[in-house]
């Protein structure tokens, strides 16, 4: 496997997040209570999963090594993919600060909740269709096999070490729970 192919298998994860967001939103828009657990469920997946894990690796192995094979950060796609990530961080954020107005009751701020919720989902969904068909190509087109195989090892270190073991699968389970309650007949 390339280290390319892990960071797509992690986009479909996320992919999936994104729909049952939307969906959630969709629910709460149409004056639906949500579990407020929920809520706080799907945030610690994108915190963890899609930022600390995913981005991290893009961020901490990938991009880097893009740069030392003369991938230029400023002014190139990487660059933009970084300015991504800050923003969708933005985005979970209020999310997050929408979310525990509503556990408390606020149900005003379901709607900062969807609003945010909509742009991180309309922004992430285009940033995984540009890495996965520009940048990821570009990464493996110019990182060596000997490369590649250090980034694969440094994967697993930072699932290891930085998420946790049993983290991943962990997630994999809530998204299936979620899938269940949010996308009946999918």
């Known amino acids: 496997m390339k280290p390319t192919e892990n960071l797509k298998n992690e986009h479909q994860a996320i992919k999936l997040m994104l729909t049952i967001l939307e969906e959630v939103g969709k629910k709460i828009e149409s004056g639906k209570e949500i579990d407020p657990e929920h809520l706080e469920k799907i945030l610690d997946f994108i915190r963890v999963f899609a930022d600390k894990c995913h981005h991290g690796k893009e961020e901490d192995l990938l991009f880097p090594a893009m ?5 230029p950060r400023e002014g190139g796609p990487i660059g933009v993919m970084l300015m991504e990530h800050t923003m969708g961080r933005d985005f979970v954020k209020a999310m997050g600060e929408a979310a525990r107005k509503y556990e408390k009751g606020d149900r005003k701020a379901s709607s900062q909740f969807v609003e945010n919720a909509r742009k991180y989902t309309s922004l992430l969904s285009q940033h995984i269709d540009k890495e996965d068909n520009i940048l990821y190509p570009m990464a493996e087109r110019r990182l060596s096999e000997e490369k590649q195989g250090e980034l694969l090892r440094d994967f697993d270190r930072i699932e290891r ?7 991943h699968e962990e997630f994999h389970r809530l998204l299936e729970l979620l899938k269940k309650i949010y996308l009946k007949g999918s």
């Open 67 to 71: 740069e030392e094979a003369g991938i």
């Open 161 to 167: 070490e930085i998420i946790g073991p049993g983290k």
